[in-house]
């Protein structure tokens, strides 16, 4: 079930973004770049106060993703499943629910940025789901970031 989450879920959103971001990212960045946890409880709630976030419930909170609305453009952020979840459709599911909330409010375009060059999943996922490749940045320990886009 996916639906907009609560703050009383605060606490597990924490955990599954920190779980996926180590999971997914340790590979690839160098140890003296990466952040973990990407996130604490307090610069969740600032996230949380300026986004919407979704979960993707089954028992638990298995999934999540935020939506930052920015008039008829908006952001999506945040987009984490848990490792032992991924590839069964849910982070799929997850954009799909967020890209007909932001129709709804008139969002004429979406954007995921920053995907690492080397994050060849996240790649793939926004590719599969319709975004094409817009501007890049630099990232300090060289390579390439995009933005991703999709017009709906
Ligand atoms: C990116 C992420 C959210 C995808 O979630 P998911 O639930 O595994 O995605 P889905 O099962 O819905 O996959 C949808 C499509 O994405 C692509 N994809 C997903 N994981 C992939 C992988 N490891 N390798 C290649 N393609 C992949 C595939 O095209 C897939 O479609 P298919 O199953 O028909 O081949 C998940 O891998 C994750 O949490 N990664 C760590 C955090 C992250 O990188 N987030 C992206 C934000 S920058």
Same mark, same amino acid.
């Given at each position: 079930?996916?639906?907009?989450?609560?703050?009383?879920? #605060?606490?597990?959103? #924490?955990?599954?973004?920190?779980?996926?971001?180590?999971?997914?990212?340790?590979?690839?960045?160098?140890?003296?770049?990466?952040?973990?946890?990407?996130?604490?409880?307090?610069?969740?709630?600032?996230?949380?106060?300026?986004?919407?976030?979704? +979960?993707?419930? #089954?028992?638990?909170? +298995?999934?999540?993703?935020?939506?930052?609305?920015?008039?008829?453009? =908006?952001?999506?952020?945040?987009?984490?499943?848990?490792?032992?979840?991924?590839?069964?459709?849910?982070?799929? =599911?997850?954009?799909?629910?967020?890209?007909?909330?932001?129709?709804?409010?008139? +969002?004429?375009?979406?954007?995921?940025?920053?995907?690492?060059?080397? =994050?060849? *999943?996240?790649?793939?996922?926004?590719?599969?789901?319709?975004?094409?490749?817009?501007?890049?940045?630099? +990232?300090?320990?060289?390579?390439?970031? *995009?933005?991703?886009?999709?017009?709906?």
């Amino acid at each position: 079930m996916i639906r907009k989450a609560k703050k009383s879920e #605060l606490e597990e959103i #924490l955990n599954v973004i920190n779980k996926s971001n180590r999971n997914a990212y340790r590979a690839i960045i160098p140890k003296e770049h990466f952040i973990d946890p990407i996130l604490n409880r307090e610069k969740l709630e600032e996230e949380f106060n300026q986004m919407t976030f979704y +979960v993707y419930k #089954l028992h638990r909170i +298995v999934g999540v993703a935020a939506l930052k609305i920015e008039k008829d453009s =908006a952001n999506i952020r945040w987009v984490h499943v848990l490792p032992e979840y991924r590839k069964k459709g849910i982070g799929g =599911a997850l954009l799909g629910h967020i890209e007909k909330e932001a129709k709804r409010a008139g +969002v004429r375009r979406l954007k995921a940025f920053y995907v690492f060059e080397n =994050a060849f *999943w996240a790649r793939k996922f926004y590719e599969k789901l319709g975004f094409k490749k817009s501007e890049s940045i630099m +990232v300090p320990w060289k390579g390439r970031a *995009w933005v991703y886009v999709k017009d709906i």
